[in-house]
């Protein structure tokens, strides 16, 4: 983004420490190369380095024309939209430090955060952010500034400290001889050591924590993941993941900048597919919901097609199940089956990736949650070179990923090169990297918890290095893995996924530390299992009564059985197998407080809140009424009751390993 | 008075019978639009085709007898016997009633509330759909149709008109058939007035080209209506092509009158039976006066060609809902 | 199924408007063209060339300058033959008129002829509306053929009332005349129909395309946002029997030689095209190749098969092919009412979905 | 904030307390009067439409309401009466000229291109505006496609506005009645007009729906700037939605004046009463 300050041309990327200096490398080595594209008014809309830069530099001057100084806080509030990692880099450039936010945050979190930062300015995208931050500004002292981006709607409003992105940005033109100069020196001062964002963990316990992350963490991260994945300046993804989340700061600002790939922007969340299939990314980063949901959808859509399709479509699938793998891992394969994969690449496996946007995809990454095996298997068998990585927002983001041909479901790959892995005596998992955080903002304390002096970071989850392959397996969260009544090891995540994994399974919650048998909340997909009643044709009007239905326990019932006989076959874990189980009457939802907004389940949340469940759980009762307040959409509040019905699964029997 | 004029008179009398026969076919087009909203081209292929298998059966040819022959490389032509002519109408009648009912089986009911033009284009199909099946059914030779009814110029009249104009003027040549037509068009336009008119059947039909919902709100089948409806319509298309047909032989031509129906129609609307009538007089009238006085001496001729169409053409343009349709309002 | 669309992004409005935004689509688009100009011209004989192609592209021609009029602007036209005839018979007068001109500029010129007389028959459509319309336009049918049988002064007096087209080169090479061969013939069908069928797709997908379907769904509402509908259906009628008017000159001058307008030019090829639009699909470039092809090809088929292959008589091939025609148009009506264009049209989206249904 | 602050007393501009800036009269019927034969459809009716402001035409079905649009923009001429359109007399002239002096309007029973999809329908709104001969686009060089990507790049702008990038290319015939009421108001705005007509744009809607509609109708409003007439029966959307009511009874002018006025007036009173107006 410098267009003059020839000080700063380095030949050696490894030199630059900060991202400002890097997209300044960019600019200066491929000046006319696209760097940022959004679909927008029906095409894609780009950017080359150059433009974009100008952009950012506009920005950085008008915002320090505004007064904004180095080491303030700017909160981000947005959808994935190049103005507003435009906006983090410019905050970069003047020494401030981006605070991405996620958008969907109702007012009250965002009151939290933006106090707990207080930030000076805001950039947020529209009337809908703006209205929010309204909503609360007189909590806010340090607040100065919000700069919106859509102007639609917002006329009438009080502009004394509202102001349009692009009226920033012209005074920032306008300016430019005074502030240019000055500014360049700040980017040129600024080092490794400082701040370049500080992103909030979305806290599945208790309020959330600001993580700041150095430039050094970010660009040797980024280094160090892009070149284990020769990741090259061709490359090319979709920034669709919330802006505040960690990954996609790291996609799209550090691995972006390090390696200048291009970053594209969908034309909003509805159209995430068709945009993703119009630029069919290189690289491609998805929770393993996502690729949970794609697949239903494709065995659903494949439901209603002819039966020779059928015929076609699944006996190609199975085939590929058989090799697929082993081709893409590069294990030896005869030649017929070669020649057979490559028919059904040209039937199904082609035509299939190319449907789902996923045909150009070099390296596909997965995290967060573990991932069904036979979801896993079934893209990597089209071709599709998915892989997993494990991470946290204090590490930023890689501790572990797999490494190509050594890609199995069960296990979350080998430290990423710089990151050193120990195991605790209580099997906690600890990291330590260039990657690992510089502390939480304001919360020493908790620093102190989680960093120790070694810089050591714990990761809360419980876990295992393999002997043989040196790959992490990781268990559970360390806090949740916990004992049962007669002292038998209690890892509810662990079945949780084992559940997961049947596609009418959308959330489970296993209960059972400190008690002497476990049993679980269900909460079913309404997709599937909507699907599968109107096949059995089981009629239904809401997903209440789904959820009610005979059939569908039946069905969840099977499935919880087969979970049980498989943790059995593990007799470390066998005391997990769930005994009595409910399906929930409502799908546990962020917005009442039952997940976080990365949907990973809230286990004390859901606990008091349904207390009387559980209690019926372990009551022995058949059935219980309850009563749930919940949040709607528009915030209006009221509740939902039913009378749930509870039912035993069948427990089985601890096999002894013979020696 | 000199004799051009009383030729005159004699030309326009022959073209007021030329009329009466046009009206004929119109009122086969007026029926079913009337009733069916339907623009029915295939009008004067039904004509053609029903006089085509009534000469079939007067002379008991054998039905698809060059397919047959084409196929078994048979000789077969003839049953050997030859059938009267009451019972040759009757049962062509009959072919053309089970021809209106299969029209209704499998076409019509498939294209129900199809916007005009799209039944217009059908029937044009069904037009080219006869022509085919007629030919490979009778042949496509012209054929000679003889049911009886007297040909040639009415010596009467030439007779008893003759001193009107003097030494180079022998009295009006009318032909006989000509005369019989006009008498039987007259019977059957007015048969089917009363029928409209006073049956229950007839209050049906008006009722349905009123209005299809209100028709069948009260309980009329749409459907059975347009059977009866093209029914009679195949027997107005009997009467023209046997008039017709024993005028100037059993030949394609003859399923071209149709077109000559068309401007008739915008003359007098599609709507409305006196219109058909009406129309079908001024053209006939028209269309030889025209060639008597201009066409013939100053351009050479032909002129019925294409002189209904101008005048229909024309007249259209200052009253494009036709002498007898109300006036369009257009509507936002 | 063949479909490889990820990837395929546009970053301007010209490359979200092209005819073939598919990359796919371009590339058949493009080697069945190099087929056509390259290849062909190879394999074909007179047989070929005189029965199937020359036909094929010569209607082709005129059942995309009948789509313009009937598909695109909504008014139904049964003068086709009619203004044929006038392009050939503009053709005639302009290479017996002018023996120096060259014989592509005569076929152009006859063309904008035909739109003048196209025009000026076009003048009632403000007034007359559907098949009121269509009835009108027989009044162009008949008064044309009527007008070129008449009056000698359009055959050259000549005795057989016929018109014979003179030999003419072009590049050294014969493409008219008894002695021009096949693939001259061919390539330069060929390339009109090429050209004709761009500027038809160009026509349509622009402003002008905007107006004429506005005008086609609902013509109140397009004269109040402002189409002037007088122009509208003019230069609908215009461009129409221009693309006609060539397609008749075509007709004579390079494929036939020799016309006698009643029969060649008679109410029945009126019909003819405009079944080729209804059974290719109206408001379709596509559609009307394909149904020139479709009925092209369909009455040579019979005849090979009835005639050639069984044996019959040529009358009963023909009374067959009236019977078939027929029940196609009625067929279509009822099961597709828009034509193989949009048999096309879902067969395409299915492969692009594949191996999904929808 | 209200909108019901319009001042009808005086000529030049004012400032609406949401800081829109209304202008003088744009359009000025003057003693309208039409007939259909015997039928009295408009009786010597006068008011004005002023330049930014949203006007309503109410009364209940069958008052002349659409009548008086169908004057507006010159597909019925009245018999007695003249019109002034930005100050000068207009004559009578056919509705395609009209368009072309920047009137557009919406109907009350869609009116779009069934055949056509959704960007192709807005996009006929801007052919008052497109200019290109047919030559040059005949072979879609140079001035043509420089047009016709100008205008897309315009209609997109709208869709944007409208929210309805989903549908860009969808035809229209498929689409819920709500979208198309929404195309068609596109296709009117994309004409840029100077005085924008909507007949009965909430009919047949449900509330959300009609939320919707109202949201943009004040958008295009206070966004762009145009002026609005619009006609209801249904007095209770109108009211939060216009600067001025002409109210309309069996052909005559019963009421005229900020909503507040109109409400609080004996004669409208009295027609909404005595007719039920759904």
């Known amino acids: 983004m410098i267009s003059d300050a020839s000080s700063l041309i380095v030949a050696d990327k490894a030199a630059l420490d900060t991202v400002p200096k890097l997209i300044a490398h960019h600019i200066q080595t491929r000046p006319s190369e696209t760097a940022y594209r959004e679909k927008e008014f029906g095409i894609w809309q780009s950017w080359t380095w150059q433009e974009a830069g100008e952009e950012m530099r506009a920005l950085a001057m008008g915002m320090m024309g505004r007064g904004l100084k180095a080491g303030d806080h700017v909160a981000i509030i947005g959808r994935n939209r190049p103005y507003f990692y435009w906006a983090m880099v410019a905050c970069q450039s003047v020494g401030a430090i981006p605070v991405p936010i996620y958008q969907d945050s109702v007012a009250s979190e965002m009151a939290y955060v933006l106090n707990h930062c207080s930030a000076r300015f805001i950039v947020a995208e529209n009337q809908e952010q703006v209205d929010k931050v309204l909503e609360v500004q007189d909590q806010l002292e340090n607040l100065e500034q919000v700069i919106y981006l859509d102007p639609r709607g917002m006329r009438k409003y009080d502009h004394t400290r509202l102001t349009t992105y692009r009226d920033i940005q012209a005074e920032g033109r306008a300016n430019a001889d005074k502030i240019s100069v000055q500014m360049d020196r700040i980017i040129a001062k600024t080092t490794g050591q400082d701040a370049c964002a500080m992103l909030y963990t979305s806290g599945t316990t208790g309020r959330p924590k600001g993580v700041v992350l150095s430039h050094d963490n970010v660009i040797k991260t980024s280094q160090a993941s892009s070149e284990f994945d020769h990741l090259v300046a061709a490359d090319s993804v979709l920034a669709y993941l919330p802006m505040a989340w960690v990954g996609d700061f790291i996609f799209s600002i550090g691995q972006a900048s390090w390696c200048g790939f291009c970053v594209n922007c969908p034309e909003s969340t509805d159209t995430m597919q068709q945009d993703l299939r119009e630029i069919g990314p290189t690289y491609f980063f998805a929770p393993p919901r996502y690729f949970e949901q794609v697949l239903t959808t494709v065995l659903i859509r494949m439901e209603d097609a002819g039966t020779l399709k059928q015929k076609i479509f699944r006996h190609f699938m199975d085939f590929a199940a058989e090799v697929g793998g082993d081709m893409l891992d590069g294990k030896p394969v005869g030649l017929l089956d070669r020649l057979k994969y490559a028919l059904g690449n040209l039937l199904v496996y082609g035509p299939l990736k190319n449907t789902l946007g996923l045909s150009r995809v070099r390296v596909g990454y997965t995290a967060g949650e573990a991932i069904g095996p036979e979801i896993f298997d079934f893209y990597r068998s089209l071709g599709i070179n998915l892989k997993q990585l494990y991470g946290q927002t204090e590490a930023s983001v890689f501790i572990t990923q797999q490494p190509d041909g050594e890609v199995r479901s069960d296990t979350v790959g080998v430290p990423t090169p710089g990151v050193e892995i120990k195991i605790n005596e209580d099997g906690e998992v600890f990291y330590r990297s260039p990657g690992s955080f510089v502390e939480y903002y304001k919360n020493k304390e908790s620093t102190e918890k989680t960093k120790d002096k070694q810089g050591w970071v714990a990761t809360g989850d419980a876990g295992f290095l393999e002997k043989d392959s040196g790959h992490l397996r990781i268990i559970d969260r360390a806090a949740d893995v916990g004992k049962m009544k007669d002292g038998a090891l209690f890892a509810p995540k662990y079945v949780e996924n084992k559940l997961k994994f049947y596609p009418s399974i959308l959330e489970a919650v296993v209960f059972g530390a400190g008690k002497d048998m476990c049993t679980a909340f269900i909460n079913i997909d309404l997709q599937a299992v909507g699907n599968w009643a109107e096949r059995n044709n089981i009629a239904y009007s809401s997903y209440q009564e789904l959820a009610g239905n005979a059939h569908v326990y039946q069905m969840v019932q099977g499935h919880i059985n087969e979970v049980n006989r498989d943790i059995a076959s593990d007799e470390m874990l066998s005391g997990c197998q769930i005994h009595r189980f409910l399906i929930l009457h409502k799908e546990l939802d962020a917005d009442d407080g039952e997940l976080t907004r990365t949907r990973k389940i809230r286990r004390r949340v859901i606990q008091d809140r349904f207390k009387d469940l559980i209690d019926a759980l372990y009551g022995g009762k058949t059935e219980i009424f309850v009563k749930t307040p919940v949040i709607y959409e528009d915030g209006t509040s009221g509740s939902i009751s039913a009378t749930l019905k509870i039912e035993d699964a069948s427990v089985a029997f601890v096999k002894e390993t013979a020696a | 008075m000199p004799a051009e004029f009383y030729y005159g008179v004699e030309v326009f009398l022959n073209g007021l019978m030329a009329g009466v026969m046009y009206s004929l076919v119109a009122l086969g087009f007026v029926l079913i639009f009337k009733a069916s909203g339907i623009f029915n081209y295939a009008q004067g292929i039904m004509a053609l085709f029903a006089a085509m298998t009534l000469v079939g059966f007067q002379e008991g040819q054998i039905p698809f007898a060059h397919l047959i022959n084409a196929v078994f490389g048979t000789e077969v032509h003839h049953f050997g016997w030859t059938m009267p002519a009451f019972f040759a109408i009757l049962f062509a009648l009959g072919v053309m009633l089970l021809f209106a009912f299969l029209v209704e089986k499998l076409i019509l009911k498939h294209l129900v509330n199809q916007e005009p033009i799209i039944l217009f284009m059908a029937t044009i199909g069904l037009a080219y759909f006869m022509e085919g099946f007629g030919d490979l059914m009778w042949g496509s030779n012209v054929k000679k149709l003889d049911i009886g009814i007297p040909q040639g110029g009415n010596f009467w009249i030439e007779e008893n008109t003759a001193f009107l104009g003097g030494a180079d003027f022998y009295g009006f040549y009318l032909d006989t058939l000509d005369i019989y037509a006009t008498v039987i068009a007259a019977v059957l336009v007015t048969s089917l007035v009363l029928f409209s008119q006073y049956t229950k059947t007839g209050r049906a039909l008006r009722a349905v080209a009123d209005d299809h919902q209100a028709a069948l709100s009260v309980g009329i089948s749409l459907r059975s209506i347009w059977v009866i409806v093209w029914g009679i319509a195949g027997f107005v298309a009997l009467v023209a092509g046997i008039m017709w047909g024993s005028k100037s032989g059993v030949q394609f031509s003859l399923s071209l009158i149709a077109l000559k129906a068309l401007p008739v129609l915008m003359l007098g609307g599609f709507t409305s039976i006196p219109g058909a009538i009406i129309g079908g007089l001024i053209i006939g009238v028209g269309e030889k006066m025209f060639e008597f006085l201009i066409g013939a001496p100053l351009l050479g001729g032909a002129t019925e060609n294409w002189f209904a169409y101008m005048l229909a053409l024309v007249f259209l343009v200052f009253r494009p809902q036709g002498l007898f349709g109300e006036k369009i309002i257009e509507r936002v | ?358 | 904030m209200s909108r019901k602050t319009a001042k009808t007393d005086t000529k030049d501009s004012y400032v609406t307390a949401d800081g829109r800036t209304i202008g003088p009269a744009v359009m000025e019927m003057q003693n309208i009067t039409l007939r259909f034969g015997g039928v009295i459809a408009i009786q010597d009716i006068s008011f004005d439409i002023r330049e930014g402001e949203v006007r309503a035409i109410i009364g209940p079905n069958g008052a002349g309401k659409s009548s008086m649009l169908n004057v507006i923009n010159g597909f019925y001429h009245p018999q007695e009466g003249q019109i002034l359109y930005k100050g000068e007399v207009r004559k009578p002239l056919k509705p395609y000229e009209i368009a072309h002096q920047g009137i557009a309007r919406t109907f009350q029973n869609i009116a779009l291109f069934k055949g056509m999809s959704t960007l192709d329908n807005i996009m006929t709104g801007r052919l008052t505006h497109m200019k290109t001969g047919m030559l040059s686009q005949a072979l879609w060089w140079g001035r043509a496609q420089k047009e016709e990507v100008e205008n897309r790049a315009f209609v997109e702008r709208i869709i944007d506005f409208l929210e309805i990038q989903s549908i860009r290319k969808v035809p229209v015939g498929r689409l819920p009645y709500g979208l198309q009421k929404r195309v068609e108001l596109g296709r009117a705005l994309a004409a840029e007009p100077s005085l924008l007509l909507l007949d009965e744009p909430m009919a047949g809607m449900n509330v959300e729906e009609k939320e919707d509609m109202s949201r943009f109708i004040l958008d295009v409003n206070e966004e762009f700037g145009t002026t609005i007439a619009l006609i209801e029966h249904d007095m209770s959307v109108v009211m939060d939605l216009a600067d001025r009511v002409v109210v309309m009874d069996y052909g005559k002018k019963i009421g005229d004046g900020t909503p507040d006025e109109v409400r609080s007036n004996q004669a409208v009173i009295d027609a909404y009463l005595g007719v039920s107006h759904d």
């Open chain 3, 1 to 358: 199924m063949l479909y490889r669309e990820v990837g395929e992004f546009k970053t301007s409005y010209a490359a979200d408007q092209q005819t073939f935004p598919i990359r796919f689509d371009k590339l058949a688009y493009f080697i069945i063209l190099a087929f056509a100009f390259l290849v062909v011209p190879f394999l074909i004989n007179d047989y070929w060339a005189n029965a199937v192609l020359l036909p094929f592209l010569i209607f082709g021609i005129a059942a995309i300058g009948l789509n313009i009029l009937t598909g695109y602007c909504g008014q139904v036209s049964l003068g086709s033959g009619g203004f044929m005839a006038v392009g050939a018979y503009a053709c005639y007068k302009l290479m017996t008129g002018f023996p120096d001109m060259n014989l592509i500029i005569c076929i152009i010129l006859s063309g904008g002829v035909t739109a003048l007389v196209g025009i000026l028959f076009g003048l009632p459509s403000l007034r007359i509306k559907g098949f009121y319309l269509a009835v009108a336009t027989l009044a162009a049918q008949f008064f044309l053929v009527w007008l070129f049988n008449k009056v000698g002064w359009f055959y050259n007096y000549s005795a057989s009332g016929q018109i014979n087209a003179p030999e003419r080169e072009m590049l050294g090479i014969v493409i008219s005349g008894p002695n021009s061969s096949p693939q001259a013939v061919y390539l330069v069908c060929l390339s009109f129909l090429t050209v004709l069928a761009l500027i038809a797709r160009n026509l349509t997908r622009g402003a002008f395309g905007r107006k004429w379907m506005a005008i086609r769904d609902m013509d109140i509402a397009a004269e109040i946002i402002g189409v002037n509908p007088l122009m509208a259906k003019l230069t609908a009628f215009g461009v129409s029997s221009f693309y006609v008017g060539i397609a008749g000159a075509l007709l004579f001058s390079v494929y036939l030689g020799a016309v006698e307008v009643g029969e060649v030019f008679g109410i029945q090829k009126s019909f003819l095209v405009l079944f080729m639009i209804i059974i290719g699909g109206l408001g379709s470039i596509f559609g009307s190749l394909a149904g020139a092809a479709f009925l092209v090809l369909m009455p040579v088929v019979l005849k090979n098969v009835m005639v050639g292959s069984l044996g019959w008589p040529v009358d009963i091939a023909a009374h067959f092919e009236f019977l078939i025609v027929g029940s196609l148009i009625v067929f279509f009506l009822i099961v597709e009412p828009h034509g193989f264009a949009m048999l096309w049209r879902i067969i395409k989206e299915k492969l692009r979905l594949w191996p999904f249904p929808h």
